[in-house]
């Protein structure tokens, strides 16, 4: 049984630098979503895709971030210039539709240096 | 949207006890409701949903109640194990926004 699944599990990078995350949904699960989340709280919604287009994007989701899902399948999360403030756990998740339960990766970690 | 909260940030239970984890919702348009166990280091896990045309749904030792009256959710594990210890999150969806997760309650599971 293959689940969502992220790489890097683990990312330090110094602050400035580019960072690239990727997900591999489960494969029949049309929808992509991108978390992130800090210690002690729940996860906060930064954007999904519906196959290959991203449909929502949070406030959160600043100019420096881009997620991208080209073929409908793995989807990239890009930071540029990063900052000490995107030091999180950025999480995936896939579903088979609107509405039905999202499952998640076990995240990428970025800590910046 | 309306975000989703939660009474008890910590729990702690006996072995063998039942748990019963609570969480209040606000968006009295949420129709569909999930409870995620994270372990430390992993990420959320479905444990069980239900949706608001219901008001129980019951897995394997788990249960689940919704009472959209008060618009309150619980999470009942029965028989607690130490593997059950970890953090609890319930989350809600309401038409087409984006899953709503609550700070998270802990729980804690003493042998």
């Known amino acids: 049984d293959t689940g969502v699944s992220q790489n890097p599990r683990h990312k330090i990078t110094k602050r400035g630098q580019n960072v690239t995350f990727r997900c591999d949904p489960i494969?029949?699960?049309?929808?992509l979503y991108w978390y992130r989340q800090t210690l002690g709280q729940g996860p906060e919604f930064l954007t999904y895709f519906q196959n290959e287009a991203q449909l929502e994007k949070s406030r959160l989701l600043s100019d420096r971030f881009s997620a991208e899902r080209p073929k409908g399948s793995f989807s990239t999360l890009e930071i540029q210039r990063t900052e000490q403030g995107d030091s999180a756990m950025y999480l995936c998740a896939s579903s088979f539709a609107f509405n039905q339960p999202q499952h998640f990766g076990d995240g990428t970690r970025l800590s910046i240096l | 949207g309306e975000s989703v909260g939660l009474h008890l940030p910590t729990l702690s239970v006996q072995e063998g006890d039942n748990s019963i984890i609570n969480c209040a919702y606000s968006n009295s348009a949420s129709d569909y409701f999930i409870w995620y166990k994270q372990e430390s280091g992993k990420g959320p896990q479905f444990i069980i949903d239900i949706r608001s045309n219901m008001d129980k749904r019951q897995g394997q030792r788990v249960t689940v109640l919704l009472n959209k009256t008060v618009k309150h959710l619980s999470l009942q594990i029965a028989a607690t194990q130490p593997g059950d210890s970890a953090v609890y999150f319930c989350?809600?969806?309401?038409?087409?926004?984006?899953?709503?997760f609550g700070k998270g309650t802990r729980l804690s599971v003493i042998a």
């Open positions: 989350a809600d969806y309401s038409g087409n926004t984006p899953l709503v």
């Open positions: 494969s029949e699960h049309n929808r």
